[in-house]
C-alpha cells in the first residue's frame, strides 16, 4: 500500500467512557498513535454520547483541519452499513448513522467507517499476525463483554453478521444479575468488570471501584480474590467452548479489564480463565492453541477501524 502520512482521527466508544486519538501512517504497517485524554459518560444515554462526539470532532478539527476521514468504533451491535442497531448500556442508542450525521455537520469529512468494538480490536490483533495466521477468536473484557472469529481474513459472520456475541454465551451461573440483553446468566454476567465490582459490593455492603477490588486481592483478600477466580472460571469455560466449535491457532484477551489488571502485575483472573480454557478444550485444540493477552491493549478498537478505513477508503 503506496501511503504518505496518511492521518485517521478514530474514536472508540464504551459502555462508560470514549476514547479518541489520531492515527498517522507512513504505510500500512508503519503508524503513530496520538492518544488524548478517555471522556467519562457522565449520562449514559445517546443524546449525551451525541453532545460529546460532535463537540469532541469540532474541537478536534479547529486545529486539525486537514482530517477528512473518521473510524468509530464502538460497543453494541453494528450492521453492515454501519448503522449502531443497539447497545445494552446507553439507553436510546438505537439505529443510529454516525456517518450522516458526521458528514452533514462536517462538511469536509468525506469518509466515516463504523464497526463493533470486538470486531475492530479483533482486526487490529489479526493484522499484526497474520502474515502466518489463519484463525484468531478475540475477547474484550470491560463494561461488557464481546469479540469477535477471523478465519482466512474474513470475519466469521453468521447468517445476519452478528456473530460474536461471546458476553450471551450461558455459563450455567446465576448471580440474579441482569444483562444488558435483558436475560440472566449470560458470561457477561459473571465474568465483565461492571458485573464483577457490582457483586462484590452486593456481597459485602460496599462501594468499592473496579481498581480498588484488584488491589484488595493483589493484597491477598479472600472476597475479593474469589469474585475475579469465579468470574476468570467462567470465562475460560466459555473459552474451552470456543476452542472446541473453532479450532482457533490464536485466542486474545484484551479490554479495559484486562488493562486493570496488567496495571496492578496481577493475573489472577487471566491464570484462572487460561487453565478453565485448558482444561475443558478437548486436548486436540488445546495442545497447539495459544492463548495470550491483546497486544494492542485499549487501543485496539481505534486502531482496528482505522486499518479497515485505510483498506476501504484508500487504494492499496
Known sequence: MDLLMESIYTFDIGGSSVKHSLIVFESFNKYHINEYPIISIENSNFKNLERIIIET?????????????IGISTAGSVDENGIVLNSGYISNYTNI????????LFPRIRN???MNDGRASAWAEYSGRKL???SLVHFVIGTGIGGATIINGQFLNGEDGFAGCFGHIKTGENYNIKCSCGKFGCLETTSSSKSMVERFNNINNTNFTLSE???KAQKSDIRATQIFEEGGKNLGIIIGSILNVINPKIVTIGGGLIEAFIDFNFDVFFKIALQ???ENGHHRVTSKVIIKYAQYGNKGGMLGVALKCLESFHSK
Not at 470532532?57 to 476521514?69: A, G, P, S, Y
Not at 448513522?97 to 452533514?104: P, V
Open 57 to 69: 470532532i469540532k474541537n478536534f478539527l479547529e486545529i486539525n483541519n486537514v482530517i477528512t476521514t
Open 132 to 134: 502466518d495466521l489463519k
Open 112 to 114: 466515516v467507517l463504523v
Open 213 to 215: 477490588i484488584i488491589y
Open 276 to 278: 478453565k480454557a485448558l
Open 97 to 104: 448513522d454516525w456517518s450522516s450525521t458526521i458528514k452533514s
